[in-house]
Structures are given as C-alpha cells and as structure tokens.
C-alpha cells in the first residue's frame, strides 16, 4: 500500500499495481530529463501545466524506478492504463502532488488540470 507521508502513490498500470515514488534519485533523473538545475526549477518546469507525451513518460518512469520498478522509459511508454490520456494525466499529477505537496490533492492547483473532454 503506498504511503502518502513518503510521496507514494499506487497506480494500476499494465493490468498490474505499482507503487511509484519521486525518490531524490528520481528527482535527479528529471531534473536531467528536463534540463532543470536544480529542484526549484523543476517544480516550476511542472507549474507551466503543459506536459509532453514524453513528460509523463519521463515522470511515471521516474516514479516506477524510484518505487523499485526496473521499467525503462520504453517499456513505460508502451504500458496501458485505465482512461487512457486522462489516467495518465492524473498518475502524473499525483505523484508530483504526492512529491511536492501541491496540486489536484494538496492546497495549491498549479499542476496540470485534467485534460476535459470537448
């Protein structure tokens, strides 16, 4: 069971349950990804709201790895999730939420909204 204190959270991904955590070896790995220098600069890389195909990949693989999943990007890329787009969104935001402490379940909404239908 994830453990929201620690920066858990659970995910269903390929039929299967994973805990994914932004471990501070995982934070590493995005600041690199994303060209951030340092953590601040990476929080406001997500504060933008605008993520990438290959941002959430980048984020959930980031996640798994730091939650013991041994998943390469690759692999993430090629898992299904429940909602498609929209599950993805949503394990994205609340991983970074879980991480740092703002957004769709913390008290501050600057990470990425939902995406709605049209």
């Known amino acids: 069971m994830a453990n929201r204190h620690r920066g858990e959270i659970e995910a269903e991904l390929g039929g299967r349950k994973f ?57 993430v890329g090629n898992l299904s999730i429940p909602d498609g787009l929209h599950g ?12 740092f402490g703002a957004g769709p379940e913390g008290d501050d909404a600057a990470f990425p909204p939902e995406p709605r239908d049209a």
């Open 19 to 75: 805990i994914l955590c932004l471990t501070l070896g995982a934070l590493a790995e995005l600041e690199h990804a994303f060209g951030a220098g340092d953590l601040v600069g990476l929080a406001r890389r997500f504060e933008e709201g605008r993520l990438s195909a290959r941002d959430l990949i980048a984020i959930i693989g980031c996640g798994l790895r730091g939650g013991g999943a041994a998943l390469t990007d690759d692999e």
């Open 88 to 99: 993805y969104v949503r394990v994205a935001a609340s991983l970074l939420a879980a991480t």
